[in-house]
Structures are given as structure tokens and as C-alpha cells.
T-cell receptor
Framework: EDKVVQSPLSLVVHEGDTVTLNCSYE??????LLWYKQEKKAPTFLFMLTSSGIEKKSGRLSSILDKKELFSILNITATQTGDSAVYLC????????????FGKGTLLTVNP | SAVISQKPSRDICQRGTSLTIQCQVDSQVTMMFWYRQQPGQSLTLIATANQGSEATYESGFVIDKFPISRPNLTFSTLTVSNMSPEDSSIYLCSVGERDTQYFGPGTRLTVL
């Protein structure tokens, strides 16, 4: 059975801190690893990673994938209160079992 | 990416009744999915909505409880039947594009 494990499950930091969120996975027929930010209802797409060692960046957020060790990290630098959300890691598996498996998420709280 | 809308945004229903949630996409997409997110939990795939054929349900979800329609490549509905308080959740539709999935705004359902 496909499995995605995120750590930590929750994290409280102060504005300006840098955070690293972790995601490890075990899936058959890996296609991609996806990061989402969920504030109210809908997860909003952050990054799609398919290749090891290539960092994806968007402003203060960045992410990288290690397909040998089966993990990914999401970094947020100079955190702001608006970064407070649940960050979800999900892995898309392909072939005849095209399926997105989610981790439980990391609840990030950024205090002023 | 495709723009996805869902109706209703939220609803409060009585136990034993049924609710149909609509998902509309602004472009034709091959792959559409329905997810459930129970309070405090991560997202769980209910089914893949197949155009022109019956939906493919995940383990633990059955057609009698969650009938799905997919009449064309831009629209799908999910019905939550004979509701109980345990069905109180956020219901999300998503579309698959290449190696990514994008989510609609979600429907927050409360069953009394």
C-alpha cells in the first residue's frame, strides 16, 4: 500500500524564521511528488517534483526531491503570518493505478 | 491550469437526506476525481469520475452511498446519499493534468 509520511505534524515559529518541512514516501510506480498549501478548504498547488536534485523555487518557498532516499523537503524562508496553513505532501503513482496519496500534513503557525 | 468551480460552497443538511455537489471545469479534462476530508484528517480519494462509464471507487466507498455522474469532459456530480453526521466533511473535486492535480474550492458539508 502506498504511504506518505510528513514531519513534523505541527510547528510554531516566529515571523522571520526559516522552516523545513519533511515528506517521505513509499509508492509503486512513482510519477511525481506534489506540495500543496491548505488554508481553508481547497489545497492550492505549490510545486510538482519529478526529478532528483532539481530545486524548485517560488519566492520564499523552495522544494527538492531525492528519489534515491524517497523524500522531499519544503523550505520557507523569512516566514510571515500569511504562511500559516497546513502544508500537504502528496505522491502521484501511475500505471493502471493512477492515484494521489496524501500525507497527514504539517500545520505551520507563524506568530508575529 | 484549469479553473474549477464547485456548488454549493457549503450546506447544512438533516440526517437521512441526500446532497448533490456539482463540479464544473472551464476546459475539457480527461481525469476528474472526488475526495473527502474529514475534520482534522487529510484528503482521501473517494472515486475517479470516468466520462461515459461508471466511476471507479476506492476501497471503503460504494456507489450506492456516493453515486457519481460524469456526463461530459467538463462536468461531474457527487451525491452523498442517506446522510449521517459521520458524512460531515469537506468534499473536493480535482482534475488531473500531466503529473499534477488541481483542486476545486471545496464543499463544506455539515449533517445534523
Amino acid at each position: 500500500e502506498d504511504k506518505v509520511v510528513q514531519s513534523p505534524l505541527s510547528l510554531v515559529v516566529h515571523e522571520g524564521d526559516t522552516v523545513t518541512l519533511n515528506c517521505s514516501y513509499e509508492v509503486t510506480n512513482f510519477r511525481s511528488l506534489l506540495w500543496y498549501k491548505q488554508e481553508k478548504k481547497a489545497p492550492t498547488f505549490l510545486f510538482m517534483l519529478t526529478s532528483s536534485g532539481i530545486e524548485k523555487k517560488s519566492g520564499r518557498l523552495s522544494s527538492i526531491l531525492d528519489k534515491k532516499e524517497l523524500f522531499s523537503i519544503l523550505n520557507i524562508t523569512a516566514t510571515q503570518t500569511g504562511d500559516s496553513a497546513v502544508y500537504l505532501c502528496a505522491v502521484l503513482s501511475g500505471g493502471s493505478n493512477y492515484k494521489l496519496t496524501f500525507g497527514k500534513g504539517t500545520l505551520l503557525t507563524v506568530n508575529p | 491550469s484549469a479553473v474549477i468551480s464547485q456548488k454549493p460552497s457549503r450546506d447544512i443538511c438533516q440526517r437521512g437526506t441526500s446532497l448533490t455537489i456539482q463540479c464544473q471545469v472551464d476546459s475539457q479534462v480527461t481525469m476528474m476525481f472526488w475526495y473527502r476530508q474529514q475534520p482534522g484528517q487529510s484528503l482521501t480519494l473517494i472515486a475517479t469520475a470516468n466520462q461515459g462509464s461508471e466511476a471507479t471507487y476506492e476501497s471503503g466507498f460504494v456507489i450506492d452511498k456516493f453515486p457519481i455522474s460524469r456526463p461530459n469532459l467538463t462536468f461531474s456530480t457527487l451525491t452523498v446519499s442517506n446522510m449521517s453526521p459521520e458524512d460531515s466533511s469537506i468534499y473536493l473535486c480535482s482534475v488531473g493534468e500531466r503529473d499534477t492535480q488541481y483542486f476545486g474550492p471545496g464543499t463544506r458539508l455539515t449533517v445534523l
